[in-house]
């Protein structure tokens, strides 16, 4: 099926404002990052003990999200469903865009960023996270094809092939995102299998947040209002995907608190350990999942709020697992209680710093830029949805 | 040479009170501009009933040896831990430091591979090569990997070290290279450090290891590490 | 017993001598300092494999310039040995990132 798609026309008077928070966002970011690489990170919030924080938050976050931001797109293509088919342009945009977010983030927060030319010639084959680079720069390059088909006429006739390739490249890449962790073997509050399925739960559920949130963000510039009917369609898979993303949860966590060596750090993370049990059962179950499912399935019209609970829901949780699970104390010598003026045996603190919050939200901004850039130079945007469900 | 009764007497007496000192010798030193050699392996044992809670002595050498520890985010190369064995209130002392692994997690997860495993068994930063991820701080499982968030001057000749890149215990790899033993072992006064080449069947450490038990920390992750502790 | 230990002498004696003149003469040196640096820090790093006089240490303590003081010129000074070319020439130097740039006291 051929899709006739629009550019954006937005209104100017919205516009050039976000345009202006984005840029400002964008500034405060690379001046962070450069910041950050001439004095180097003691001036952030992070430590030896805490090694990733907030920018790998976000980036997890965006890279997370963009393999999910697919999905609208998958479902159409791979799936057949016809109603998504319109948007399926938007989706492998904000994939790709979320992407470079994330990656930029990433490569902006290293140590040595100058040194990324060494990162591509030099690649060890064992490692996760070399991988990882290669999975990510194939997939802006894999959806950057099938957007291609997508726009092209001609071409359209391989938008399903497309499709495919696409889907399989993104399951990988997000298996290959949770298992960075998940294959950590030395510690304990990473090392499990059911780190790259609850992974891929995640990006379902926060990249489909996302997507709702750039449509109704669309919407208010000017591009097509999404009609009642898709709207509705969009926030019960939500609610669905949300629910399966806490399921993955509660598998670690009942598998951790089963067995007495692995209790321990369950009872951090949900009980003992401070500001985390909080955010997770504040942040990430109640506000990111339980009011959500609530506005979604028992309210009308409430999609929009519900996209951005499960979007900061997911933040939350990224940000528990990642951080939680470092400030979480080594088990050096099991059955003993350790102490050393390395803070052995204790939990690590954190506090984000400003640079590592603009590093962070620069990623947001740069994937938010990308889809208006998009938007407006390329026919990505239906000029209106249909009112009849297909 | 005739080993008599007073010379077979001063051997033990080495042997006893001079760790190492006597070990690194019998093994023959590489030839000048020559590669580390699997043929070696290099071990070290610690004794914990001879680790004093108090003293610091391998930790002050390390940090004077190697220079790192100025700015207070430096962390630590090597460093005391006062553990108490929960169920029995059973309190001991050790040094932790990198236990330069013979199956690293940090050589493993490095997407680049500056960090590397030597051929010898020392398990090191490549910092021409480190881009700063941060990934092996990530998965060591001792947190003995170190990231230098600051700018670093006045390094040791021997030991250069940057911001921005991973950094560990290097087992004084330049020290090893020359014939010598780590600035750790050298100063622990209470003789409670004893390195050599485990491949050398004849070498203290080789001997004190097959006579006495002693335990790899986190044996259960099957890290095959180079140093082993005794009194756990 | 003796006998082993001179020997280890005389093999370990080379890494004591400090090379009386450059790796090779200076036009040759300017062409190809930086594969022969490139080389044998890989090589050092890596392998562990430390050919005496090529150290960079061995290079910075011969090629040291002297401020007015006495004291030996740090790298971000424009008249350190590789600095002051390097800088001419527009060529970052990213060694002394983490080599140390001057001897050590006791190497004067």
């Known amino acids: 099926m051929a899709i006739s798609g629009v550019t954006l026309v937005p209104s100017a008077s919205r516009t050039w404002p976000l ?372 | 040479m005739s080993a008599g009764p007073t010379r077979r007497g001063l051997l033990a007496a080495a042997i006893a009170v001079a760790p190492g000192l006597f070990l690194v010798a019998n093994a023959a030193p590489r030839p000048p501009g020559s590669a580390a050699s699997a043929r070696n392996r290099w071990d070290l044992l610690i004794d914990t009933t001879r680790c004093d809670a108090g003293c610091t002595a391998c930790v002050d050498a390390c940090r004077q040896e190697q220079g790192w520890g100025g700015p207070a985010s430096d962390g630590p190369w090597i460093r005391k831990i006062e553990a108490i064995e929960m169920q029995t209130g059973r309190s001991v002392s050790l040094p932790l430091m990198c236990q330069h692994c013979a199956e690293p997690p940090c050589v493993e997860v490095c997407p680049t591979g500056a960090s590397l495993r030597r051929a010898d068994g020392i398990v090191l930063v490549d910092r021409h090569r480190c881009i700063g991820c941060r990934y092996c701080v990530m998965a060591c499982p001792f947190a003995a990997r170190f990231f230098v968030d600051a700018e670093v001057h006045d390094q040791r000749a021997a030991t250069p070290r940057g911001k921005g890149t991973a950094e560990g215990c290097t087992l004084c790899v330049h020290r090893l290279d020359a014939g010598r033993l780590p600035a750790c072992v050298e100063a622990c006064a209470g003789g409670a450090m004893l390195f050599g080449d485990l491949l050398d069947p004849a070498a203290g450490i080789s001997q004190a290891l097959r006579a006495r038990a002693s335990t790899a920390l986190r044996a259960e992750l099957g890290l095959d590490a180079a140093i082993r502790y005794q009194g756990l | 017993m003796r006998a082993a230990f001179l020997l280890v002498a005389l093999l370990l004696a080379p890494l004591a001598v400090r090379a009386a003149e450059c790796l090779a003469p200076p036009a040759e040196m300017r062409r190809t300092h930086m594969d022969i640096l490139m080389h044998d820090r890989s090589a050092a790093a890596r392998d562990g494999a430390r050919r005496p006089g090529h150290g960079l240490d061995d290079c910075i303590t011969c090629h040291v310039v002297r401020d007015a003081g006495g004291a030996a010129v740090d790298a971000a000074d424009p008249r350190h040995f590789c600095t002051s070319c390097h800088m001419k020439v527009a060529v970052s130097v990213d060694c002394f990132s983490c080599h140390r740039a001057t001897p050590t006291e006791a190497a004067r």
């Open chain 1, 19 to 390: 345009l202006g928070l984005l840029g400002v966002l964008l500034g405060g970011g690379l001046a962070s990052a450069w910041t950050m690489e001439t004095q180097g990170h003691h001036i952030t919030g992070m430590n030896n003990h805490i090694v990733w924080g907030l920018p790998h938050v976000c980036a997890i976050f965006l890279i997370v999200a963009a393999s999910g931001a697919l999905n609208v797109a998958s479902v159409a293509s791979v799936f057949g469903v016809e109603s998504y088919k319109k948007l399926s342009p938007l989706s492998a945009l904000a994939a790709i865009a979320l992407l470079a977010g994330g990656l930029a983030v990433l490569v902006l927060d290293l140590g040595r960023p100058d040194r990324l030319v060494v990162a591509i010639l030099h690649q060890n084959p064992f490692s996760i996270f070399a991988w990882n680079i290669l999975l990510y720069t194939g997939f802006v390059a894999v959806v950057g094809v099938y957007l291609w088909t997508m726009l092209v006429r001609r071409q359209n006739r391989h938008t399903r092939t497309a499709g495919v390739v696409a889907l399989v490249w993104r399951l990988v890449l997000t298996t290959g995102t949770g298992s960075i962790f998940g294959f950590l073997a030395g510690r304990e509050a990473f090392h499990s299998a059911v780190m790259a399925p609850l992974f891929v739960a995640a990006s379902l559920a926060n990249g489909l947040a996302v997507f709702i949130l750039v449509l109704a963000g669309l919407a208010v510039l000017g591009g097509p209002v999404p009609d009642a009917a898709l709207r509705r369609r969009l926030g019960r898979l939500l609610g669905i995907l949300a629910a399966a993303s806490l399921y993955f949860a509660l598998v670690l966590h009942l598998t951790w608190l089963y067995a007495p060596d692995s209790r321990a750090v369950s009872r951090f993370l949900l009980l003992e350990g401070g500001a985390w049990p909080v955010l997770f059962w504040g942040g990430q179950v109640l506000l990111g999942t339980a009011v959500p499912l609530w506005l979604l399935f028992r309210r009308e019209g409430r999609e929009v709020a519900a996209a951005t609970l499960v979007a900061l829901g997911g933040l939350v949780q990224i940000a528990v697992l990642l951080i939680g699970g470092q400030a979480f104390p080594r088990t050096i010598l099991p059955g003993w209680q350790l102490h050393s003026t390395f803070g052995d045996g204790g939990a690590a603190t954190y506090v984000p710093s400003l640079p590592e919050a603009l590093l962070g939200a620069s990623g947001f901004a740069i994937a938010l830029l990308l889809v208006l850039l998009g938007c407006r130079l390329l026919r990505i945007l239906p000029d209106r949805f249909a009112e009849v469900p297909a």
